[in-house]
Nanobody
Framework: QVQLVESGGGLVQAGGSLRLSCAAS????????MGWFRQAPGKEREFVAR??????????DYADSVKGRFTISRDNAKNTVYLQMNSLKPEDTAVYYC?????????????????WGQGTQVTVSS
């Protein structure tokens, strides 16, 4: 069965960096788009970044709030997707979720994802 396991969250000061990882199993990883979302307390889950499959050139897209600070990447040999987060701000504090897309091409719409990880907490102190 499909499994997505996130890691790498933690507590960091504003301006710091973290790298999240999501280890995937149970499907042909390289053929699916992947995404990262986040959910802060009392807020809806929101799109952070996405990466298409290798067949689509692994193109990426980001939420405006993280452009220039976050980078999504994938290692198809390791079945892992990453989220490098730099210049972190207190407003980046949230639970971060990795998600598998229904197909090879994906946008930021939650409905386009069919499996989710359990989430990893990121806390940025001011």
């Amino acid at each position: 069965q499909v499994q997505l396991v996130e890691s790498g969250g933690g507590l960091v000061q504003a301006g710091g960096s973290l790298r999240l990882s999501c280890a995937a199993s149970g499907f042909i990883f390289r053929t699916y788009g992947m995404g990262w979302f986040r959910q802060a307390p009392g807020k809806e889950r929101e799109f952070v970044a996405r990466i298409n499959s290798i067949g689509i050139g692994s193109s990426t897209d980001y939420a405006d709030s993280v452009k220039g600070r976050f980078t999504i990447s994938r290692d198809n040999a390791k079945n892992t997707v990453y989220l490098q987060m730099n210049s972190l701000k207190p407003e980046d504090t949230a639970v971060y979720y990795c998600a598998k897309a229904r197909g090879s091409v994906v946008t930021g719409r939650i409905s386009e994802y069919d499996y989710w990880g359990q989430g990893t907490q990121v806390t940025v102190s001011s």
